[in-house]
């Protein structure tokens, strides 16, 4: 995916935002554990919403999550 800014020349997601690439590594080896374990808890709708705002929050905190 790509994206002009201000005229400029097209900007990928990768370039947009680097550390993108290690929250889908991050992403892809803690997501299936995190919903199953919150699945088994609270069901499987509000287990797999409770994976998406985990994951979102990280998302959001990942300058301070990524070095854990």
């Not at 554990?33 to 959001?60: M, P, Q, S």
């Amino acid at each position: 995916m790509t994206h002009a800014i201000g005229g400029s020349q097209p900007v990928t997601a990768a370039q947009a935002f680097p550390d993108s690439r290690a929250f889908e590594a991050f992403f892809g080896e803690n997501e299936p554990k995190l919903r199953r374990a919150l699945v088994a808890v609270y069901g499987f709708e509000e287990g797999r919403d409770a994976t998406a705002e985990a994951f979102a929050w990280a998302w959001e905190h990942w300058e301070r999550l990524r070095d854990a």
